[in-house]
């Protein structure tokens, strides 16, 4: 399988690539891939997770919130800690811990916007969207970078755990949770970030890269008038 690959790669004209880490480990897997063929597309965020506001602050009882579809062991050791620790030391007010699971994207869209921290558990991924989207909802965004994600992460709107690692996780979102009692950290530090992600996963942004893609594409046409290969990179 490993030679197919590698063939389907030399072989093709554009291969596209979602993220810098992507594009790095094509290189890493295909040394012999011309760099120069590696396109870089976007993606954009739907509006509906563009709402990140202040809303969450205000809230009767904080939420964190994370998803249950990946990495089930992890999750299952790092909630299990987690609920021990705020049980044990209670924070300043209650906080609710809230799964988000086999909902859709509008339901998804909605808890984010009403959570206060979000713990991401992204495996390997070109570039995980649930981090992104949460952060722009007005997270403050805790876990895996899924390597991709390293692009967007930035404090104070992520804080990043090495893989594996559940006794730092646990610990980092005991201070997520103290730093948002205390109002260390508010909305207002978040919204300069949140602006930044905005303006980088813009629809204009994602436009722009297929602008880019298609000319790339007339350009191989134009040099080599045949059938063309064009391949997705995958992680």
């Given at each position: 399988?490993?030679?197919?690959?590698?063939?389907?790669?030399h072989?093709?004209d554009?291969?596209?690539?979602?993220?810098?880490?992507t594009?790095?480990?094509?290189?890493?897997?295909?040394?012999?891939?011309?760099?120069?063929?590696?396109?870089?597309?976007r993606?954009s965020?739907?509006?509906?997770?563009?709402?990140?506001d202040?809303?969450a602050?205000?809230?009767?009882?904080?939420i964190?919130?994370?998803?249950?579809?990946?990495?089930a062991?992890h999750v299952g050791?790092v909630?299990?800690?987690?609920?021990?620790?705020?049980?044990?030391?209670?924070?300043?007010?209650?906080?609710q811990?809230?799964?988000i699971?086999?909902v859709?994207?509008v339901?998804?869209?909605s808890m984010?916007?009403?959570?206060?921290?979000?713990?991401?558990?992204?495996e390997?991924?070109?570039?995980?969207?649930?981090?992104?989207?949460?952060?722009?909802t007005?997270?403050l965004v805790?876990?895996y970078?899924?390597q991709g994600?390293?692009?967007?992460w930035?404090?104070?709107?992520f804080?990043a755990?090495?893989?594996?690692?559940?006794?730092g996780?646990?610990?980092?979102?005991?201070?997520?949770v103290w730093?948002?009692?205390?109002?260390?950290v508010?909305?207002?530090?978040?919204?300069?970030?949140?602006?930044?992600?905005?303006?980088q996963?813009?629809l204009?942004a994602?436009?722009?890269?297929?602008?880019?893609?298609?000319?790339?594409?007339?350009s191989?046409v134009?040099?080599?008038?045949?059938?063309?290969?064009?391949?997705?990179?995958v992680?």
């Amino acid at each position: 399988m490993s030679d197919v690959l590698d063939r389907v790669y030399h072989a093709a004209d554009l291969i596209l690539s979602i993220s810098e880490d992507t594009s790095h480990m094509v290189a890493l897997n295909h040394p012999r891939v011309d760099p120069a063929r590696i396109v870089r597309v976007r993606y954009s965020v739907h509006e509906r997770f563009l709402t990140g506001d202040s809303r969450a602050e205000t809230a009767a009882t904080p939420i964190i919130s994370y998803m249950t579809r990946k990495m089930a062991d992890h999750v299952g050791r790092v909630i299990f800690a987690l609920g021990q620790q705020l049980h044990e030391h209670p924070p300043m007010q209650p906080w609710q811990l809230e799964p988000i699971h086999n909902v859709n994207e509008v339901t998804a869209a909605s808890m984010l916007s009403t959570s206060r921290i979000f713990l991401s558990f992204s495996e390997f991924e070109g570039l995980p969207l649930p981090p992104l989207e949460a952060a722009l909802t007005g997270n403050l965004v805790v876990g895996y970078t899924g390597q991709g994600a390293r692009e967007y992460w930035h404090a104070p709107n992520f804080t990043a755990i090495d893989q594996g690692d559940i006794r730092g996780f646990v610990k980092a979102a005991c201070e997520a949770v103290w730093k948002i009692d205390t109002k260390r950290v508010t909305h207002a530090d978040l919204a300069p970030g949140i602006r930044r992600l905005v303006k980088q996963y813009s629809l204009a942004a994602e436009t722009a890269s297929l602008r880019t893609l298609l000319s790339r594409i007339e350009s191989c046409v134009e040099a080599q008038p045949r059938s063309m290969s064009i391949v997705e990179a995958v992680q």
